[in-house]
């Protein structure tokens, strides 16, 4: 079964406490990327990857941390940094080409601090 | 300002109504536009990419304005299942990978 996933779907975490999302593909796309969505708002890059072992800051990089090891996968680490980490977690892919950069969704993780 | 900002909803609209969402956008050398649609509690998903000439697919057509500024989505006879958020998203290509998300206009389509 082809797309993107991500686990765990609900999360909960103590305050001072690292977590980490996963995110997997299988779609063959080369760049990958985190969003933090807030309740009636609209989605915040936290990190992006375009290859493997490498990765920029989004708009709100801090208090989080991410790798890019392999092709396929690209988890986040929420770290006890983050002062408000409470949100929905989406990880997107897409080919890494001007003409073809259409981004596609997983279905995403809620962490909840306790 | 903004980057990217919606029409404020919500939209309450009855069934087989039109109903047109605009999205201005700050940035004049804005390469790419999408309309994403998000049902509650779950992840966007592409509903359209939005061309220079505008296009349509069934009872959506999406145009682009580059002079304004602004990308529009048109619903015709909308339908029950049509109620979600749209997002507007838009990408700048000098900021490779990057693109901004507008916070969503909130569409209801009431029997």
């Known amino acids: 079964d082809g797309g993107i996933t991500q686990s765990p779907k609900y999360l909960f975490r103590k305050e001072g406490q690292n977590v980490t999302l996963s995110c997997e593909q299988n779609?063959?796309?080369?760049?990958m990327y985190w969003y933090r969505q807030d309740p009636g708002q609209g989605l915040r890059l936290i990190y992006y990857?375009?290859?493997?072992?490498?990765?920029q800051k989004g708009d709100i990089a801090e208090g989080y941390s991410v790798s890019r090891e392999k092709k396929e996968s690209f988890p986040l680490t929420v770290t006890s940094a983050q002062k408000n980490p409470t949100a929905f977690y989406l990880c997107?892919?897409?080919?890494?080409?001007?003409?073809?950069?259409?981004?596609?969704f997983g279905p995403g993780t809620r962490l909840t601090v306790l | 300002r903004k980057e990217v900002e919606q029409d404020p909803g919500p939209f309450n609209v009855p069934e087989g109504a039109t109903v047109a969402f605009n999205c201005t956008y700050s940035?004049?050398?804005?390469?790419?536009f999408f309309w994403y649609r998000q049902d509650c509690r779950k992840e966007p998903k592409l509903l359209m990419s939005?061309?220079?000439s505008g296009n349509e697919d069934g009872r959506f057509t999406a145009q682009l304005n580059r002079a304004s500024q602004y990308i529009s989505l048109l619903i015709r006879d909308s339908k029950l299942s049509d109620s979600a958020t749209y997002l507007c998203?838009?990408?700048?290509?000098?900021?490779?990978?990057?693109?901004?998300f507008g916070d969503g206009t909130t569409l209801t389509v009431k029997p």
């Open positions: 779609l063959n796309h080369d760049a």
């Open positions: 998203v838009v990408k700048y290509n000098t900021n490779a990978g990057k693109s901004t």
């Open positions: 940035n004049s050398a804005s390469q790419s």
């Open positions: 997107a892919t897409s080919w890494a080409r001007t003409d073809s950069d259409t981004q596609y």
């Open positions: 939005v061309y220079s």
């Open positions: 990857s375009q290859i493997v072992n490498d990765f």
